[in-house]
Structures are given as structure tokens and as C-alpha cells.
């Protein structure tokens, strides 16, 4: 699988537990700065409210520990009718961390709506690999 976009993180110490390795809910934050970087990549400013997520689910394969060069890679897999699907993988000294996929759900005043076709576009010109659903 081909990502095209890949954005450094920096652990902060705020990000640790008391087991000294990265929280397990900061995975997801590492994901929404990379989406973050997605979403303006392809043209949908974040500062409308126009997303929300729906739904996430995380497999940790090995801890995040202070100091580590970590990298998140993401993808968008798939574009429903008010949803689209995201793939990343969060890489810590060139190890696999985790596996996310998120659904983040498309809104206009508020209310599930139909993906825009220039946001569907810009996914496809942007994605490296095919997309379901485009």
C-alpha cells in the first residue's frame, strides 16, 4: 500500500503515561494532525466545521517511546456518499506503531451530506493508489 502523504510528529512529554511510552489515545491525535495535513492538501480548509469523525479503530503493534522519530502515512481507502474512509499507519524509528482507520463523516449546516464532487476529485488526483467508491 502507497501513501501519499507522510507528516513527522515530535512526542511531546505530555504525550507519555505513566508507563513512559506514548498514551494510547494520543495514537488518534498523531492521525488528526496527519489528516489535518490531508484535508488542506487537497483543498478542504478544516476551518469550516464541514467534518466530524464517526468512527475510529486502532490496532497498537508496538509502544511509542520518547525521542523516537515518529511518522504518520495516510490515505484516504474509500469515499461513500456522506463519508470517506481513512488508512494511516504511525511509524516510530522505522517501525510499525499502529494501524488506524478512521470515517469521517461530511457535513453542511450541520447534517450528514453528500461528499462534494471537487472534494471526490481532489482525493483521486491526490491518492497514489485507486479509490473505492471514486
Known amino acids: 500500500m502507497r501513501f ?11 504525550d507519555l503515561d505513566t508507563l513512559k511510552h506514548v498514551n494510547n489515545a494520543v495514537y488518534l491525535t498523531y492521525d488528526e494532525v496527519a489528516r489535518g495535513h490531508y484535508l488542506r492538501r487537497v483543498g478542504a480548509a478544516i476551518d469550516g466545521g464541514n467534518f466530524v469523525m464517526a468512527r475510529a479503530e486502532v490496532d497498537y503493534i508496538r509502544p511509542i517511546l520518547f525521542g523516537q522519530a515518529v511518522e504518520v502515512a495516510l490515505r484516504v481507502e474509500r469515499v461513500g456518499h ?11 524509528d ?7 482507520k478512521v470515517v469521517v463523516v ?3 449546516e450541520g447534517r450528514p451530506a453528500r461528499v462534494p464532487d471537487w472534494l471526490r476529485q481532489a482525493i483521486q488526483a491526490f491518492e497514489l493508489e485507486p479509490v473505492e467508491g471514486l
Not at 501519499?4 to 505530555?14: A, D, G, K, Q, W
Not at 522505522?94 to 488506524?100: C, D, E, K, V
Open 82 to 92: 456522506s463519508s470517506f474512509r481513512t488508512h494511516s499507519e504511525i511509524w516510530a
Open 4 to 14: 501519499p502523504l507522510r507528516v513527522p510528529i515530535e512526542v511531546r512529554f505530555s
Open 106 to 108: 461530511w457535513l453542511e
Open 94 to 100: 522505522g517501525q510499525l506503531s499502529a494501524r488506524i
